[in-house]
């Protein structure tokens, strides 16, 4: 569901109580916080109460002597997609719920035409404290994107469609993200091909409010006037990102933009004359007009150059992460300023690794402001913290590593019968040793799960303390890994959701739920 040029999170401050888990109560156990709970112990609320739940569900997890076993799998040869505890098959017309203790069918759309396919989609859930004019607004639905232009709003139970916007004949629509999630989100069109001298258009971007749907503003990214060497654009957290051919990428203000550009306001279902042509506002063949036109360059908010235009924001203070474009500091991450553009002191990360695939760093999920630099043997969590002056320093907080030996001996006999050993080193990725393959983050639960895989294809997944790093337990697939294969793997609550790809364009998705193995207390009695 992903298309972008940039990344940017919100930051938050990491408290030593993170979370529902303090350290007065994870000592507590199981059996004492339900005997709690059931004589009303607790505040009368439902957030406490609701992180009690969560404290004791925790605790189950992370037992001994829970497991979790496969209980659902499910092929198909178009691809899965998993988002909150709905699983999505054949372009979301079958969705399955994975809440129950084995995914069960909650809706099959009728069957479509290629036209009318959906190509992407964002699952919606209802805002807290906010009366919304339908009662169909406080459940979640799916906003979906059709290959035919048309923006659908499902029910998230049932699939009826609650509401239908015709977007514009004039390109094709293909990506939906998230402005601000669950607030805004953004239409974007695949690339137009540009004939010299006649066209600069490059893409197009539509902006709404999700519930209740409202029309912001449609837009153009323009070579004529954002420069000839524009790439890419996207729109995250109120930032228009603007990427370049030479690895520059630039900001912009989309409250600016909106205010200096927009022509005519427009609303879904109204009357409205444009060039010449009247029509209903969202409705076909009319569609939505583009309102904005970006006739000059708006102000600069920010520039950085990069290579591969990665780019990404986040952290407290914010501070954003790159790759310089020399080639001599490939490999290696920066970690500066976004006020000054100063390099943190130690803010250049480089992992020392051999393998075939190299690490990756992004910024914690948890709104910690922490870092996450991960490679096949080695997890580092980095904490960005305040240095004498206005510098400020990055400092690591734990890390994971994974269990190996990294000398090997490789032993061969001459002809004349004398063994000759030679010690070389294997590849931090080598398929024959604990190798970290990706992160997932449990953000209810405050765990980290790390997928590992060791000799033959055998996966585990490894669960640590977020706050510490510390491990807790590791949870065996029954399925292995195949590294040939894309692989992603989705931990929530008590269940695991595996998708892998095989070559071959087949998808796999395994279900793993949560369950108690008495196996070593029958072998007691």
Known sequence: MSSGAAGIQTPGKRTVKHGPYPASEKKRSVCHSLSSRSIGLFKNDA????????????????????????????????????????IYLENYRCCYSSIALKPELLYELPKCSKLEKIEDALLCECPLG???????????????????NWLYRLSGQTGALLESVYLSSQYKFRYLEWDVPQETM??????????????????CLAVFRVLPLTLLGMLEINKRVFGKSVVDAMISHGLLIVTHSMGLVRLYSLEHITEQFMLKKLVLGEKSEWNGTTGLVGEAPFGIPLNIQIKDCPPLLFEVSCLENAFQIGGFPYHYIITPKQKRQKGSYHICSLKDNKLAKNGVQFMECCSLESDWIYFHPDDSGRIVHVGPNQINVL??????????????????????????????????????KTRFKQLDDDPDQETFRNVEYEGELDLLAVIQTETEGKALIGLYDNQTGAVIKDIALAESWDVTYSQVLFFERDTIVHIEQEPNSNFNCYVYKMTRDTTDEKEQQ
């Open 47 to 86: 957030g406490a109460l609701y992180r009690e739940n969560l404290t004791v569900l925790r605790s189950l997890v992370c037992q001994d002597t829970t497991t979790f076993r496969n209980v659902w799998t499910k092929r198909s040869k178009s691809p899965i997609e998993y988002e909150k505890g709905r």
């Open 130 to 148: 906010e009366t919304l004019p339908k009662s169909s607004d406080h459940k979640p639905c799916l906003l979906a994107l059709t290959a035919n």
């Open 383 to 420: 904490k960005v913290e305040e240095a004498q002056g206005s510098q400020c320093q990055v400092v690591q907080d734990f890390a994971i590593a994974a269990k190996r030996e990294n000398k090997v001996n490789a032993v061969t006999v001459t002809a004349s019968g004398r063994v000759v």
């Open 186 to 203: 953004v239409i974007k069109s695949v690339q137009k091909k540009l004939v010299p001298m006649t066209r600069h258009a490059l893409l």
